[in-house]
């Protein structure tokens, strides 16, 4: 950074001048190098990339236009201290940061803050080491910048791929710890990644270095000159979640309350065997007897892993875009729908799982399966091998339910052209006539909105989270507006039915959290209460998931 035009950025982060920013940035160019400090200046291109190179700096599937959730600039941390510095540097100048891990984060707003002019602060460009994979524990501790393939490829270079396995989300391109904190999901028996964290290391809004669960107990062989986050942890650190006194980690998941350094993932021992398959059932209303044969199975775990039940549509799209089964716009018929499932010998809905463990185990629990679902008329099963199409869902559902990454779901994005999307993700008990509503509500809505319904059934231990994907063209002003007034009455719908969303785009932050609003909001003014004495200045992450600090007049500031 050379010279102070490239200073102004295109928004300043609120309450600063351009002379204070100034200040603030060659303070941060000390912290970490001025290479390590982007200004998104009025000239900036806001360039959305690709999955694989995303933006920094805004959101690459903008619902709004794309410079209004957009960082001033974004900072590249070397290491712990220099977190540590930055934080202590923003409270100092009341500046709001936006930390993320990766920034993919695709459909809840990718690397894009909360609050225009914040400052982002990338973990992961650095701080991007396997600390340890510890096969006889099976977990390893990662940093921010550890995604889904770079664990994957390190358990492959050191041999451990056969020994351990990772659990994935769809795209494996996330980093371990944004997607965790975010409590995302991947498709093995490990798929609840939360579930799965084991300890983490967090900086406070304040500077300070905070070891969680087991970690708060120092190991005896470190030696007291070495920084705290350079000591050697505790042995049990990733062994035990919950440590002494009260658990913490909760207060760290899709909050504003900590940044995380260091954290703990429980791997799945290679259980021996296994073996993927889908069940396709040809019917829209097979919907709710699909539902009622997955929940005693579920819980009994003769599926053990986390399956998915996916409408036609979601498949279809991974497999060409829209134009090449139509050349008509608008929400597709039913009778398009049964031709497309016609043409992909796929079924309206389909459902993808794994049995897993050496072959007796596998052949009886294939057995209750095919025996369960197959009652329904019209089902088939197919096994991977079974698949010869070149975009073939199943073959990919294969990779992803053994962790192995992979980013071929990419490819329903582009459903339509300049195809962008935003999740509306609902949570649903796993019960047919729940569910069936659930899915008429939603579909409703997306076609009273033009849109095709598109949207998976993801069967988590006791619930689904049904993942609705609004898939817009982002260059049309109209789509997008569409689609904010789509998933705005989505909220309101499903808040109205009783039915709440496990996560959400920026965008959506406040509406969502005002509908979990029991007792006279009582859970906001819990949150609230342990983000004014946490983060008096009100500096991490403002407004995230409707969480606003004291120090901002929140009825300004709500969308
Ligand atoms: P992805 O893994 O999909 O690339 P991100 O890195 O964008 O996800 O993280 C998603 C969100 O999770 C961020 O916007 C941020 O709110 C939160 N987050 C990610 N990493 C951290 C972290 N290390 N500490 C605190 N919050 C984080």
């Not at 923003?90 to 695709?106: D, K, L, M």
């Not at 498949?315 to 031709?339: C, I, N």
């Not at 209750?368 to 091998?385: H, Q, T, W």
Request: some cysteine; aromatic content about 10%; proline content about 8%.
């Amino acid at each position: 950074m050379s010279n102070t035009a490239n200073t102004t950025p295109r928004q300043l982060p609120p309450g600063l001048d351009q002379a204070k920013f100034q200040s603030f940035l060659s303070r941060a160019w000390d912290i970490c190098g001025t290479e390590n400090v982007d200004v998104i200046s009025p000239t900036t291109e806001l360039k959305d990339g690709h999955y694989m190179d995303p933006c920094k700096a805004h959101d690459m599937h903008a619902v709004y236009e794309r410079d209004y959730f957009v960082a001033s600039a974004v900072l590249f941390p070397r290491n712990v201290p220099e977190v540590q510095q930055l934080v202590r540097l923003a409270n100092e100048f009341v500046v709001p940061i936006w930390p993320f891990s990766i920034g993919r984060n695709t459909g809840y707003g990718g690397t894009a803050p909360r609050v225009p002019g914040s400052v982002g602060i990338d973990l992961g460009k650095h701080m991007n080491k396997v600390i340890e994979v510890n096969e006889e524990g099976a977990f390893a501790l990662v940093e921010p910048g550890v995604t889904y393939f770079s664990l994957y490829e390190h358990l492959v270079k050191t041999g451990l791929d056969q020994k351990l396995w990772l659990d994935v989300p769809d795209l494996g391109g996330g980093s371990i710890i944004g997607n965790a904190v975010e409590r995302g999901v991947g498709y093995t028996p490990y798929g609840d990644h939360w579930m799965m964290h084991c300890g983490m290391e967090i900086i406070l809004p304040n500077g300070e270095l905070v070891r969680t669960g087991m970690g708060a107990l120092p190991n005896p062989d470190s030696s007291p000159d070495l920084p705290p986050h350079e000591q050697p942890p505790n042995k049990c650190w990733q062994l035990f979640n919950y440590g002494f006194g009260p658990y913490n980690d909760g207060i760290f998941s899709q909050s504003n309350l900590g940044i995380v350094v260091k954290m703990g993932i429980w791997l799945m021992p290679n259980p021996g065997g296994y073996q993927a398959y889908m069940i396709t059932f040809p019917r829209d209303d097979d919907l709710p007897k699909i539902v009622d044969i997955i929940r005693p199975l579920r819980l009994q775990m003769v599926l053990q892993n986390v399956p998915t039940l996916r409408n036609i549509l979601l498949d279809a799209a991974v497999s060409a875009p829209k134009s090449s089964y139509t050349s008509e716009a608008g929400p597709l018929s039913e009778a398009k729908m049964d031709e497309i499932a016609a043409q992909l010998d796929l079924g309206r809905w389909n459902f993808y799982g794994a049995v897993y463990g050496p072959e007796p185990v596998r052949n009886v629990l294939l057995t209750v399966i095919k025996e369960a679902f197959l009652s329904i008329p019209g089902s088939k099963l197919f096994l991977p091998e079974d698949r010869k199409e070149p975009h073939s869902v199943l073959r990919t559902r294969a990779k992803t339910l053994q962790g192995i990454p992979t980013i071929d779901e990419l490819r329903w994005v582009n459903w339509v052209p300049n195809g962008a999307h935003l999740f509306f993700s609902p949570i649903s008990k796993i019960s047919g006539k729940d569910a069936n509503l659930q899915y008429e509500v939603t579909r409703r809505r997306c076609t009273e909105a033009g849109f095709d319904f598109i949207g998976t059934f993801t069967v988590g231990m006791r619930e689904m989270h049904h993942i609705v994907c609004i898939v817009f063209n982002r260059e049309i002003e109209d789509e997008r507006l569409r689609a904010r007034w789509l998933i705005r009455t989505l909220v309101k719908d499903c808040a109205a039915n009783g039915w709440g969303e496990y996560r959400t785009h920026l965008a959506l932050m406040d509406q969502i959290a005002n509908t979990y609003n029991f007792n006279d909001n009582a859970l906001m003014k819990l949150n609230e209460t342990v983000k004014n004495a946490l983060d008096p200045n009100g500096i991490l992450a403002p407004g995230k998931n409707g969480v606003w600090p004291q120090s901002y007049e929140k009825s300004k500031w709500v969308l």
